[in-house]
């Protein structure tokens, strides 16, 4: 439990690894130069595109693809997390990243977890704790969100310090004993 509520995942000697500074593939619509506006924004298929060329990719550390559906989805699988999944949508509001973690039905005394999760939320850097529901079955959830006009390297951040916070929580608390509520 330590290691996930008392150690910070992202900072500024991160965001340089691999990843170029500047924003590239934004939306779908580039000018002649390769630049463009402030106001543009990621749309699902920009941001794979972008994803796809980035260094961390063809250095193997994840791929993406997109889930059609009504809402197209990013499936980005962090194979330097042991191939661990991460849905990625992206709305003009937002863009949203989430991974599942394990049933809260298996989880020892839900009550008390539950509670302890929502008292330390503020302690684990950049992810918030959830329940999702899948095939009628509630499941923790981690997630975290970024603004659609966020640079490549801010959202691989993202994508990296999600796939921590999950490792990280599905080995610190999943079997810790927590104190009843």
Not at 37 to 66: H, N, Q, Y
Not at 115 to 132: A, H
């Amino acid at each position: 439990m330590v290691g996930l509520l008392h150690r910070a995942k992202r900072g500024p000697s991160q965001s340089a690894i691999g990843v170029p500074a500047a924003r590239a593939y934004v939306s779908d619509r580039a000018t002649s130069t390769g630049v463009l506006a402030l106001t543009d924004i990621w749309t699902v298929r920009s941001l794979k595109a972008a994803l796809d060329t980035s260094e961390p990719a063809k250095m193997g550390e994840f791929t993406a693809r997109i889930l059609e559906g009504a809402d197209p989805v990013l499936l980005v699988t962090m194979h330097h997390h042991g191939d661990l999944e991460l849905f990625v949508n992206v709305s003009e509001a937002q863009i949203a990243c989430s991974t599942l973690l394990w049933p809260c039905d298996e989880q020892e005394d839900e009550l008390a977890f539950n509670t302890f999760l929502l008292k330390s939320q503020k302690l684990v850097p950049l992810s918030n704790f959830g329940i999702g529901t899948v095939d009628g079955r509630d499941y923790y959830e981690l997630f975290g969100e970024l603004a659609t006009s966020s640079r490549l390297d801010t959202v691989i951040i993202e994508l990296r310090t999600l796939a921590e916070n999950a490792i990280d929580a599905a080995t610190d608390l999943r079997h810790a004993h927590i104190p009843a509520a």
